[in-house]
């Protein structure tokens, strides 16, 4: 899709009333459930991040969705595909800054260049404890990525039509966080298996650019 019909698009997106858990059920982890009961005490002492799905133009002034693979390490979400962004921070005045800040220092895109379009259903995360607020956001030029090296591997580009092509969701069986191997839904996305809150988010994303198109 032209980006210049995406940015078109945007007074509809804003105005669009959330699907909320309506489009999350459709990626949620069949364990998913039974977590958020055995964590009923946890979640009130949940923390809060803030991440953002930015759109942006590529050199051929196609629409494009950025992600970040996170490096390998000895935590819930090693090596997982997800939306840049992170921790609240004490030094953050809101959720959408520290989206914007995260961003910022996983991906290189200047804050000053992201203008925030929406905010999205947020997502909690029980292997992590934590309350995910996601938001949709634009970057008017091809931003000049720089990825953060100590937590970033890669930086992957998905363009919007590959995004919302009903091919790309997939049943996968995973070995989750939990030690437990399970069938759970997913998006494949330039070869990545995305699954999990990101694929919540994504799903209530799709559900409102389906509205449009």
Request: no cysteine; net charge positive.
């Given at each position: 899709m032209n980006f210049d019909e995406f940015l078109q698009s945007l007074p509809k997106i804003k105005n669009i009333p959330?699907?909320?858990?309506?489009?999350?059920?459709k990626m949620m982890?069949?364990?998913r459930q039974e977590l958020l009961k055995k964590q009923e005490e946890a979640i009130k002492r949940a923390k809060h991040a803030g991440v953002l799905a930015l759109f942006y133009p590529d050199e051929f002034e196609q629409t494009k969705l950025v992600f970040i693979l996170r490096k390998t390490y000895k935590g819930v979400h090693s090596a997982q595909v997800g939306f840049p962004g992170g921790k609240l921070e004490k030094y953050d005045n809101s959720l959408e800054e520290a989206a914007l800040r995260e961003t910022n220092e996983e991906i290189?895109?200047?804050?000053?260049?992201?203008?925030?379009?929406?905010?999205?259903?947020?997502?909690?995360?029980p292997p992590s404890n934590f309350y995910v607020q996601p938001f949709v956001g634009i970057t008017k030029n091809k931003p000049q990525f720089i990825k953060q090296e100590d937590e970033v591997e890669d930086i992957i580009e998905v363009n919007l039509d590959h995004f919302l092509d009903d091919q790309v969701l997939i049943t996968k069986r995973l070995t989750t966080s939990y030690s437990i191997e399970v069938e759970v839904p997913a998006f494949i996305l330039n070869g990545h298996v995305v699954w999990g809150a990101t694929a919540m988010m994504l799903s209530e994303i799709k559900d409102i650019l389906k509205q449009l198109w």
């Open positions: 959330l699907p909320a858990e309506t489009s999350h059920f982890p069949p364990f290189g895109v200047a804050i000053n260049q992201m203008e925030i379009v929406k905010k999205l259903t947020r997502v909690y995360i």
